[in-house]
Nanobody
Framework: EVQLVESGGGMVQPGGSLRLSCAAS????????MSWVRRAPGKGPEWVSAINTGGGSTYYADSVKGRFTISRDGAKRTVYLQMNSLKPEDTAVYYC?????????WGQGTQVTVSS
C-alpha cells in the first residue's frame, strides 16, 4: 500500500523558513518522480515543485523559484521541500504527490501558515 506522510509544517513569520518532509513507502521510491502541490484557502491546487528519479533534475513554479528547494534521499525514502523567504501568499496545505500507474497518490498534507 502506497503511503505518503508529510511533516514539518507550522506557523512562521514572513521571511522565515521551513523544511517539509514526505516519507514514502509501499512502492519502489527510486523509480518515480515526486512532486509537491499546495492548496491555499479558497483556491484550487497549485503545483509547486517536482524532482526526477535520480534527483538531478528539479522543477519549480514561478511563484516559488529561487526561494524553495526540492530534494530527495533514496536511503530514507524521503522527499524534502526547503522553503526560504516565506511570504503570506505561501500559506497553504502542502501535499506530497506521486503519479504511478495512472493514479495520483497523496499524503494527508501539512499546514504552512506565514503570518506576522
Amino acid at each position: 500500500e502506497v503511503q505518503l506522510v508529510e511533516s514539518g509544517g507550522g506557523m512562521v513569520q514572513p521571511g522565515g523558513s521551513l523544511r517539509l518532509s514526505c516519507a514514502a513507502s509501499g512502492f519502489t521510491f527510486s523509480y518515480y518522480e515526486m512532486s509537491w502541490v499546495r492548496r491555499a484557502p479558497g483556491k484550487g491546487p497549485e503545483w509547486v515543485s517536482a524532482i526526477n528519479t535520480g534527483g538531478g533534475s528539479t522543477y519549480y513554479a514561478d511563484s516559488v523559484k529561487g526561494r524553495f528547494t526540492i530534494s530527495r534521499d533514496g536511503a530514507k525514502r524521503t522527499v524534502y521541500l526547503q522553503m526560504n523567504s516565506l511570504k503570506p501568499e505561501d500559506t497553504a496545505v502542502y501535499y506530497c504527490n506521486l503519479f504511478m500507474g495512472g493514479y495520483d497518490y497523496w499524503g494527508q498534507g501539512t499546514q504552512v501558515t506565514v503570518s506576522s
